[in-house]
């Protein structure tokens, strides 16, 4: 048997939990997705609410590939590759879409809110929360695919007994 290398090794044994698969942009198939997201979060200890976080990044994310990397064009599978390390949560999506302009994930910057009601934008808001609910964002192009990587900080917290006898559960760190 081959040896592995040191680096993957690592990786590997940092890994709590990985999946990785493909989905249809589709909303139906985008629904599942997150659906099998959330619960393997949670049955691999994760809470509600930080797997819900987690969920909802993705959730923005997915929304944009349908609506802006295959407008127009036949859609395309979309890879999702995600692991749950001890300290971190990496989502990676890869799809063949169109490029964001650019070649940039949006800032996130929240638009003018102090405008007449209806002139308030329709759009704009989706970027601003996955960048709030993400602690690192990274978006590239390569060989004709997108590929954005969110990674969630995760905090252990040790529950109410500070004695630290409780088993801990990690948490996604909120950026505030």
């Known amino acids: 048997m081959p040896a592995e290398k040191p680096?993957?090794?690592?990786?590997?044994?940092?890994a709590l939990?990985?999946?990785?698969?493909?989905?249809?942009?589709?909303?139906?198939e985008i629904r599942a997705a997150l659906l099998r997201v959330e619960d393997a979060l949670q049955s691999a200890g994760v809470p509600a609410a930080s797997a819900g976080d987690a969920a909802l990044a993705l959730a923005e994310a997915l929304?944009?590939?349908?609506?802006?990397?295959?407008?127009?064009?036949?859609p395309g599978w979309v890879t999702l590759d995600i692991t749950l390390g001890q300290d971190r949560?990496?989502?990676?999506?890869?799809?063949?879409?169109?490029?964001?302009?650019?070649?940039?994930?949006?800032?996130?910057?929240?638009?003018?809110?102090?405008v007449p009601r209806s002139d308030v934008p329709e759009g704009g808001f989706g970027w601003h929360l996955i960048h709030s609910l993400s602690s690192t964002l990274d978006y590239r192009r390569e060989d004709g695919a997108n590929l954005l990587r969110l990674d969630f900080d995760l905090r252990v917290?040790?529950?109410?007994?500070?004695?630290?006898?409780?088993?801990?559960?990690p948490r996604i760190a909120r950026k505030d």
């Open 157 to 169: 917290d040790p529950g109410p007994d500070s004695s630290g006898s409780d088993p801990v559960t």
């Open 63 to 74: 929304n944009n590939v349908v609506e802006h990397a295959f407008a127009g064009l036949a």
């Open 7 to 14: 680096g993957r090794d690592r990786a590997r044994k940092r």
């Open 89 to 114: 949560l990496t989502v990676r999506i890869c799809d063949r879409g169109r490029p964001m302009p650019g070649l940039a994930a949006p800032a996130g910057h929240l638009p003018d809110l102090d």
């Open 17 to 28: 939990w990985q999946v990785a698969f493909r989905i249809w942009p589709a909303p139906a």
